[in-house]
T-cell receptor, first 111, second 114 residues
Framework: DAGVTQSPTHLIKTRGQQVTLRCSPK?????VSWYQQALGQGPQFIFQ???????QRGNFPDRFSGHQFPNYSSELNVNALLLGDSALYLC??????????FGNGTRLTVT | GDSVTQMEGPVTLSEEAFLTINCTYT??????LFWYVQYPGEGLQLLLK?????DKGSNKGFEATYRKETTSFHLEKGSVQVSDSAVYFC?????????????FGTGTLLAVQP
């Protein structure tokens, strides 16, 4: 039973570019959440998707957007990258009120 | 708003020592509380949870008790092993929210020496 899978594992981008990160939820899960974890910090909630709709959003600018597909997989898009966007981006899936299951993350470096 | 405060690390212990990592929270109502562990190069894994006051979560020798009166959820283990070396995160989920959004503390690095 595959858990949450994220791709790519590492990514290097230049300031001003755009990036797309991908997530496949654990089998049986229909809800996907995205978190940003800066170095030495705890994860910060970006947003959550359920039934292909953004259900809740954290305190992140509109440069951060997402999408959920009918198969429950999800993408996180970040436009106009800033150096401060360098972080580990974690995807988590769940179903109903179950605890979150996290993927191993995508390490984004913006130069 | 809701928040979680953890003791700063790193915490360095010898194998078989007793572990305590302090966690306190601020929340409206009675949240659910969690401990997650992050091993190097990996995502977060749920270690244990408690959903109401006086509940004790336990897993792999780790324990934490939901203390409403002190708004705390301290993580303890009686005898740590080298393999317990990781970053530990305390987190809460607000009661009654539309989602299962988690609010995390900043994490505590535990280093266990043989």
């Amino acid at each position: 039973d595959a858990g949450v899978t994220q791709s790519p594992t590492h990514l290097i981008k230049t300031r001003g570019q755009q990036v797309t990160l991908r997530c496949s939820p654990k089998s049986g899960h229909d809800t996907v959440s995205w978190y940003q974890q800066a170095l030495g910090q705890g994860p910060q909630f970006i947003f959550q998707y359920y039934e292909e709709e953004e259900r809740q959003r954290g305190n992140f600018p509109d440069r951060f957007s997402g999408h959920q597909f009918p198969n429950y997989s999800s993408e996180l898009n970040v436009n106009a990258l800033l150096l401060g966007d360098s972080a580990l981006y974690l995807c988590a899936s769940s179903s109903g009120g179950s605890p979150l299951h996290f993927g191993n993350g995508t390490r984004l470096t913006v130069t | 708003g809701d928040s979680v405060t953890q003791m700063e690390g790193p915490v360095t212990l010898s194998e078989e020592a007793f572990l305590t990592i302090n966690c306190t929270y601020t929340a409206t109502g009675y949240p659910s509380l969690f401990w997650y562990v992050q091993y190097p190069g990996e995502g977060l894994q749920l270690l244990l949870k408690a959903t109401k006051a006086d509940d004790k979560g336990s897993n792999k020798g780790f324990e934490a008790t939901y203390r409403k009166e002190t708004t705390s959820f301290h993580l303890e283990k009686g005898s740590v092993q080298v393999s317990d070396s990781a970053v530990y995160f305390c987190a809460l989920k607000s009661r009654g929210g539309a989602t299962n959004k988690l609010i995390f503390g900043t994490g505590t690095l535990l280093a266990v020496q043989p």
